[in-house]
């Protein structure tokens, strides 16, 4: 074979050796992408599945169904009973006798009165009061009303309490669980949905706890940031963008707005309990004091994505719009800012969704207080979804473990469902240039 031949055959051969490197180089290249995602979604899944595993029953809540006789005498001799006789009666000793009725148990017993009382929540009495109060026409009448159950008693109903344990190491007796078992099997003591995990506030025990007063307080801070930090940040990012002279002042205010979206979130919290509580006097743990920190840890994310949303309207908007004879203030409120305003609303939707999830700064202003009533103002004292989270993984109690993970389901479900409205509302106001 002539010499030119065999050159050019070798040629092509390493040719193709290059070819098929490149393409193997590629495939690889694409397995690990592949790999990397399915990584993360394996992960993504394990999350979600340990929290559902862990969370979903406290969706549900252990009650008796009992017939509690609402007698006269206990509300005191006047007829009608007077609201302080409705306030002062004795609920519990009308709670603890439906149930020895129901469970055949002796009062004269003391023991086993005491045994079978302690299977009752201690907000039993709290649910008949409301419900006198809220139709004082039952007082004389035998009502059935579902009594919440002891969280011993709800943690047995969701198969997470061990028998097997020695009776003197157990929260409840072999006397107490044949009670129990009796009253499962007749449909007396049923699970149902927990609207208590919705509407209580702090508490102690966890069948009586939910998240009612950190729903309203992380609404207050939530509505607080929208009216500051919105249009705040808007207006500085509008005047960065299109109004402030290029100079080193602006050029250190953007570096410093791009580093305070990099801050550490406590250090937002370590500022406002020094501005906001200790020099302007606003009340601690209040919904107002927390609402302004979470303002400015969302202040330079708005800010970034309003003026990405701005600088990425087309020049030839604002150039048609002063060909026109509009000024430039025109050109930009009716033009580009509504052009902005689907990369303007996924930014605040964004920077919502952080401060919803936030945590550090709130506990160091204070946002961990044991507050029970819902707080009617912002002035109020509350706490916020994340920080009831918080202090309930610090509980020892089995209940609070489940209400732990359901509190946290209830927190990705915001924080999707913030995410969902943010791609939506682009996309509906989305335009393609």
Same mark, same amino acid.
């Given at each position: 074979?002539?010499?030119?031949?065999?050159?050019?055959?070798?040629?092509?051969?390493?040719?193709?050796?290059?070819?098929?490197?490149?393409?193997?180089?590629?495939?690889?290249?694409?397995?690990?992408?592949?790999?990397?995602?399915?990584?993360?979604?394996?992960?993504?899944?394990?999350?979600?599945?340990?929290?559902?595993?862990?969370?979903?029953?406290?969706?549900?809540?252990?009650?008796?169904?009992?017939?509690?006789?609402?007698?006269?005498?206990?509300?005191?001799?006047?007829?009608?009973?007077?609201?302080?006789?409705?306030?002062?009666?004795?609920?519990?000793?009308?709670?603890?006798?439906?149930?020895?009725?129901?469970?055949?148990?002796?009062?004269?017993?003391?023991?086993?009165?005491?045994?079978?009382?302690?299977? %009752?929540?201690?907000?039993?009495?709290?649910?008949?009061?409301?419900?006198?109060?809220?139709?004082?026409?039952?007082?004389?009448?035998?009502?059935?009303?579902?009594?919440?159950?002891?969280?011993?008693?709800?943690?047995?109903?969701?198969?997470?309490?061990?028998?097997?344990?020695?009776?003197?190491?157990?929260?409840?007796?072999?006397?107490?669980?044949?009670?129990?078992?009796?009253?499962?099997?007749?449909?007396?003591?049923?699970?149902?949905?927990?609207?208590?995990?919705?509407?209580?506030?702090?508490?102690?025990?966890?069948?009586?706890?939910?998240?009612?007063?950190?729903?309203?307080?992380?609404?207050?801070?939530?509505?607080?940031?929208?009216?500051?930090?919105?249009?705040?940040?808007?207006?500085?990012?509008?005047?960065?963008?299109?109004?402030?002279?290029?100079?080193?002042?602006?050029?250190?205010?953007?570096?410093?707005?791009?580093?305070?979206?990099?801050?550490?979130?406590?250090?937002?919290?370590?500022?406002?309990?020094?501005?906001?509580?200790?020099?302007?006097?606003?009340?601690?743990?209040?919904?107002?004091?927390?609402?302004?920190?979470?303002?400015?840890?969302?202040?330079?994310?708005?800010?970034?994505?309003?003026?990405?949303?701005?600088?990425?309207?087309?020049?030839? #908007?604002?150039?048609?719009?002063?060909?026109?004879?509009?000024?430039?203030?025109?050109?930009?409120?009716?033009?580009?800012?509504?052009?902005?305003?689907?990369?303007?609303?996924?930014?605040?939707?964004?920077?919502?969704?952080?401060? %919803?999830?936030?945590?550090?700064?709130?506990?160091? #202003?204070?946002?961990?207080?044991?507050?029970?009533?819902?707080?009617?103002?912002?002035?109020?004292?509350?706490?916020?979804?994340?920080?009831?989270?918080?202090?309930?993984?610090?509980?020892?109690?089995?209940?609070?473990?489940?209400?732990?993970?359901?509190?946290?389901?209830?927190?990705?479900?915001?924080?999707?469902?913030?995410?969902?409205?943010?791609?939506? %509302?682009?996309?509906?106001?989305?335009?393609?240039?």
């Amino acid at each position: 074979m002539p010499t030119g031949t065999r050159v050019a055959s070798r040629t092509k051969e390493d040719s193709q050796k290059l070819i098929r490197r490149r393409y193997a180089a590629e495939r690889r290249f694409r397995a690990y992408g592949v790999a990397a995602i399915l990584f993360g979604i394996s992960f993504l899944f394990a999350l979600f599945g340990t929290l559902l595993a862990r969370g979903y029953t406290a969706f549900q809540q252990s009650a008796f169904s009992l017939d509690v006789n609402l007698d006269q005498s206990a509300f005191g001799s006047s007829s009608p009973p007077s609201q302080n006789d409705i306030l002062m009666a004795d609920y519990t000793k009308l709670a603890n006798r439906a149930l020895f009725v129901a469970l055949g148990v002796d009062p004269a017993n003391k023991a086993e009165a005491k045994a079978a009382a302690s299977l %009752l929540s201690a907000n039993a009495d709290t649910q008949i009061r409301k419900a006198v109060q809220a139709d004082p026409s039952l007082i004389g009448k035998s009502v059935r009303l579902d009594l919440l159950a002891h969280g011993n008693v709800d943690t047995l109903m969701k198969g997470q309490f061990d028998r097997t344990v020695p009776e003197n190491r157990r929260p409840l007796s072999d006397k107490q669980l044949g009670w129990l078992d009796k009253a499962a099997a007749s449909g007396m003591l049923a699970k149902q949905f927990n609207s208590g995990l919705f509407s209580f506030g702090a508490s102690s025990k966890p069948e009586t706890a939910g998240v009612g007063v950190a729903l309203i307080g992380s609404l207050y801070m939530m509505a607080i940031v929208l009216l500051i930090a919105v249009p705040l940040g808007v207006a500085a990012a509008v005047y960065l963008e299109e109004f402030a002279p290029k100079n080193l002042l602006t050029d250190t205010i953007e570096v410093n707005i791009n580093n305070l979206a990099a801050v550490p979130s406590i250090v937002f919290g370590l500022l406002g309990l020094a501005i906001f509580i200790n020099f302007i006097g606003i009340p601690r743990s209040a919904s107002l004091v927390g609402g302004l920190v979470l303002a400015l840890m969302t202040l330079p994310t708005i800010i970034i994505a309003t003026r990405a949303a701005v600088a990425a309207v087309p020049p030839s #908007i604002r150039e048609a719009a002063l060909g026109v004879g509009a000024s430039k203030m025109q050109s930009i409120t009716h033009h580009v800012l509504p052009l902005a305003v689907p990369g303007i609303l996924t930014g605040t939707i964004i920077g919502l969704a952080k401060a %919803l999830g936030e945590t550090a700064p709130l506990l160091m #202003i204070g946002m961990v207080a044991f507050v029970v009533e819902y707080p009617r103002t912002p002035f109020d004292s509350a706490t916020a979804l994340p920080v009831q989270i918080y202090m309930w993984a610090n509980s020892a109690e089995r209940g609070f473990v489940e209400r732990t993970a359901g509190a946290t389901l209830i927190l990705l479900a915001f924080l999707v469902l913030m995410n969902v409205t943010a791609v939506i %509302l682009r996309r509906r106001y989305e335009r393609r240039w």
